[in-house]
C-alpha cells in the first residue's frame, strides 16, 4: 500500500506549535505529509526562528499570502490553495488552529470532495465578535474528523449537529510541543541580558510576563491605556516582561502611550521565539496575557495566568488549570493580581491527556480512519 498524503497546512506561529508533534507523527511508510505555509504570518525571519526551533521541516509549498482585511486573506488563501492541492491530490487536508488559513483550506478541501481533518476543535469561547470564533465553527461544520484538546470539545460539537463518530478526544498537540522543549527552554535572565538589562529582575518567581494582542485590547485607545496603566502598576511591586507584538507597538505609539511603559521595572522586547516564551513562562510569577495558547502553555507549566479578555475558548485552562478570567477593566485586573501575590492564585492540575502523546494518538485514528475509506 502506498502512503498516504496529508496536506498539512500552517498560516501563523499558533499553528507551527501545533504542527510540529502532527509532523513527526505523519510518518513514513504509512504517510506522506506535505507541508503548506499559506504566509498568513509573513515575518519570514521570525517563521523561520520557529521552524527551526521546533524541528519543522522547511514548507514544501508557501503560498506567500502575506497581509489584509479578513475577507482579503481568506480569498487569497483559498485561490492560491486550490491549485496545490490539486497538484498534490491527497488523501486529506489537515488544519488546526482557529486562523483564517483554517477555514479557508478547510473550505476548499470540502467543496472539492477532500476529507478536512481538523486538529484542536469544538473549542469555544461563545463569542461571534471574534473573528476565530466563526473560523472555529465553520472548520468543524465543513470537517470530516475532528479532534478535541479536551472534553468540553465533544459536547460543544454535539450541540451543534456533529456526529459522534467524527470526534475523537486526543489531546493537546501545543503540550506535547512544550513537554519536547521545555529541557531547551532559554531562561528569562539571558534573554534580559541579551537585551542589554543584565540587572533587570528576571530569576524565578521575580517577574511577570504581560502579552497583548487581541483588537478588542489594542484598538481601543482608552482600553489599551487601562491595560498599559495596569502593567505599570504591577511593575511596581513585580517587574514585567512584555514581549510587544509589532501590531500592539504601532497602536502604542499611535495613541501616545509609550510614556507608560517607559520605565526601568518594564522590560520591552520584540517578538520572542518559541524556546525564549517558553523560557519566560516557566519561571514567571504570573502571566498575564489575552493569548489562548499561552492559556494553555501555563496551565500545562503550573505558572499563574491571568486572561485579560471576558471569555475563553479554553475553559479547562479555568476549571482544572491555572488561568483566571479578568477581563480588560483594569479593577479587575489589579485585583487578580493581588489576589496572586496574596497566594490565592490556582495551583491548577494537568488535565487528562496532556501528556505529550497527543500527536501519536491522532496518527493512530486518522491511519485506521483511512484504511478504512479505502
Same mark, same amino acid.
Not at 524556546?275 to 492559556?295: C, F, H, K, N, P
Not at 496574596?342 to 501519536?360: F, L, T, V
Given at each position: 500500500?502506498?502512503?498516504?498524503?496529508?496536506?498539512?497546512?500552517?498560516?501563523?506561529?499558533?499553528?507551527?506549535?501545533?504542527?510540529?508533534?502532527?509532523?513527526?507523527?505523519?510518518?513514513?511508510?504509512?504517510?506522506?505529509?506535505?507541508?503548506?505555509?499559506?504566509?498568513?504570518?509573513?515575518?519570514?525571519?521570525?517563521?523561520?526562528?520557529?521552524?527551526?526551533?521546533?524541528?519543522?521541516?522547511?514548507?514544501?509549498?508557501?503560498?506567500?499570502?502575506?497581509?489584509?482585511?479578513?475577507?482579503?486573506?481568506?480569498?487569497?488563501?483559498?485561490?492560491?490553495?486550490?491549485?496545490?492541492?490539486?497538484?498534490?491530490?491527497?488523501?486529506?487536508?489537515?488544519?488546526?488552529?482557529?486562523?483564517?488559513?483554517?477555514?479557508?483550506?478547510?473550505?476548499?478541501?470540502?467543496?472539492?470532495?477532500?476529507?478536512?481533518?481538523?486538529?484542536?476543535?469544538?473549542?469555544?469561547?461563545?463569542?461571534?465578535?471574534?473573528?476565530?470564533?466563526?473560523?472555529?465553527?465553520?472548520?468543524?461544520?465543513?470537517?470530516?474528523?475532528?479532534?478535541?484538546?479536551?472534553?468540553?470539545?465533544?459536547?460543544?460539537?454535539?450541540?451543534?449537529?456533529?456526529?459522534?463518530?467524527?470526534?475523537?478526544?486526543?489531546?493537546?498537540?501545543?503540550?506535547?510541543?512544550?513537554?519536547?522543549?521545555?529541557?531547551?527552554?532559554?531562561?528569562?535572565?539571558?534573554?534580559?541580558?541579551?537585551?542589554?538589562?543584565?540587572?533587570?529582575?528576571?530569576?524565578?518567581?521575580?517577574?511577570?510576563?504581560?502579552?497583548?494582542?487581541?483588537?478588542?485590547?489594542?484598538?481601543?485607545?482608552?482600553?489599551?491605556?487601562?491595560?498599559?496603566?495596569?502593567?505599570?502598576?504591577?511593575?511596581?511591586?513585580?517587574?514585567?516582561?512584555?514581549?510587544? &507584538?509589532?501590531?500592539?507597538?504601532?497602536?502604542?505609539?499611535?495613541?501616545?502611550?509609550?510614556?507608560?511603559?517607559?520605565?526601568?521595572?518594564?522590560?520591552?522586547?520584540?517578538?520572542?521565539?518559541?524556546?525564549?516564551?517558553?523560557?519566560?513562562?516557566?519561571?514567571?510569577?504570573?502571566?498575564?496575557?489575552?493569548?489562548?495558547?499561552?492559556?494553555?502553555?501555563?496551565?500545562?507549566?503550573?505558572?499563574?495566568?491571568?486572561?485579560?479578555? &471576558?471569555?475563553?475558548?479554553?475553559?479547562?485552562?479555568?476549571?482544572?488549570?491555572?488561568?483566571?478570567?479578568?477581563?480588560?477593566?483594569?479593577? &479587575?485586573?489589579?485585583?487578580?493580581?493581588?489576589?496572586?501575590?496574596?497566594?490565592?492564585?490556582?495551583?491548577?492540575?494537568?488535565?487528562?491527556?496532556?501528556?505529550?502523546?497527543?500527536?501519536?494518538?491522532?496518527?493512530?485514528?486518522?491511519?485506521?480512519?483511512?484504511?478504512?475509506?479505502?
Amino acid at each position: 500500500m502506498s502512503a498516504f498524503r496529508i496536506l498539512c497546512v500552517v498560516g501563523a506561529r499558533p499553528n507551527f506549535m501545533k504542527m510540529a508533534p502532527i509532523m513527526a507523527a505523519l510518518a513514513p511508510p504509512q504517510f506522506k505529509p506535505i507541508l503548506v505555509h499559506t504566509g498568513q504570518h509573513y515575518d519570514v525571519a521570525m517563521n523561520q526562528q520557529y521552524f527551526d526551533a521546533l524541528g519543522i521541516p522547511s514548507p514544501d509549498i508557501n503560498l506567500e499570502v502575506g497581509s489584509g482585511s479578513h475577507a482579503q486573506q481568506t480569498a487569497e488563501v483559498m485561490k492560491r490553495f486550490e491549485p496545490a492541492m490539486d497538484e498534490v491530490q491527497p488523501a486529506a487536508v489537515l488544519v488546526v488552529g482557529d486562523v483564517n488559513s483554517t477555514i479557508a483550506c478547510a473550505l476548499v478541501a470540502a467543496k472539492k470532495g477532500v476529507p478536512v481533518i481538523h486538529v484542536e476543535a469544538g473549542l469555544r469561547s461563545f463569542d461571534r465578535a471574534m473573528p476565530e470564533e466563526i473560523n472555529r465553527v465553520l472548520t468543524d461544520q465543513l470537517s470530516d474528523l475532528l479532534f478535541t484538546t479536551e472534553e468540553s470539545g465533544a459536547d460543544n460539537l454535539a450541540k451543534e449537529g456533529i456526529g459522534a463518530g467524527r470526534v475523537h478526544f486526543v489531546g493537546n498537540v501545543m503540550i506535547d510541543t512544550l513537554r519536547a522543549n521545555l529541557a531547551r527552554a532559554i531562561p528569562a535572565p539571558q534573554i534580559a541580558a541579551a537585551a542589554g538589562r543584565p540587572d533587570f529582575k528576571a530569576g524565578k518567581g521575580e517577574y511577570a510576563v504581560l502579552t497583548l494582542h487581541r483588537p478588542s485590547n489594542v484598538d481601543d485607545k482608552a482600553v489599551l491605556q487601562g491595560l498599559l496603566e495596569s502593567a505599570a502598576k504591577i511593575a511596581q511591586r513585580t517587574p514585567v516582561i512584555f514581549p510587544v &507584538h509589532p501590531r500592539t507597538r504601532a497602536t502604542i505609539e499611535k495613541f501616545g502611550l509609550s510614556h507608560l511603559l517607559e520605565r526601568p521595572d518594564v522590560l520591552l522586547l520584540p517578538p520572542m521565539g518559541y524556546l525564549e516564551m517558553l523560557g519566560l513562562m516557566q519561571d514567571a510569577r504570573v502571566v498575564l496575557t489575552d493569548s489562548g495558547g499561552i492559556q494553555e502553555e501555563t496551565t500545562a507549566l503550573g505558572t499563574p495566568c491571568i486572561t485579560l479578555r &471576558h471569555n475563553t475558548e479554553r475553559p479547562i485552562t479555568v476549571d482544572q488549570g491555572t488561568n483566571t478570567i479578568a477581563g480588560n477593566d483594569p479593577a &479587575h485586573v489589579l485585583a487578580a493580581y493581588e489576589a496572586q501575590l496574596a497566594g490565592a492564585g490556582k495551583a491548577g492540575r494537568i488535565p487528562h491527556y496532556w501528556d505529550g502523546r497527543a500527536a501519536e494518538r491522532i496518527a493512530a485514528i486518522v491511519l485506521d480512519w483511512l484504511k478504512a475509506r479505502g
